[in-house]
Nanobody, 117 residues
Framework: QVQLVESGGGLVQPGGSLRLSCAASGSIFSINVMGWYRQAPGKQRELVAAITSGGSTNYADNAKGRFTISRDNAKNTVYLQMNSLKPEDTAVYYC???????????WGQGTQVTVSS
């Protein structure tokens, strides 16, 4: 089992920045992928960005150039730095942990990000 605890959400004005954190604990396998997804009201959950344990990254088109995903393997923590935020970035952001060798995945409880003036 893997437990995920997210933090860093909140209310920010358009053009502002937020940094999300997700700390993993439990049975952490060395080969894994951690990522951020988001779900806006009435919409499906979508990938924002993901990063492998080796440091390879993948971004959704609407995150490229504005968001940066990074991780600290020693702390089993993944971060999402979000800059130039737009109202359409408003959503609940979820952290996901995938064990590559088994395909098992785990989700955090979500953190609300609201971009509004």
């Amino acid at each position: 089992q893997v437990q995920l605890v997210e933090s860093g959400g909140g209310l920010v004005q358009p053009g502002g920045s937020l940094r999300l954190s997700c700390a993993a604990s439990g049975s952490i396998f060395s080969i894994n992928v951690m990522g951020w997804y988001r779900q806006a009201p009435g919409k499906q959950r979508e990938l924002v960005a993901a990063i492998t344990s080796g440091g390879s990254t993948n971004y959704a088109d609407n995150a490229k150039g504005r968001f940066t995903i990074s991780r600290d393997n020693a702390k089993n923590t993944v971060y999402l730095q979000m800059n130039s935020l737009k109202p359409e970035d408003t959503a609940v952001y979820y952290c996901r942990f995938v064990v590559v060798t088994t395909g098992n995945d785990y989700w955090g409880q979500g953190t609300q990000v609201t971009v509004s003036s």
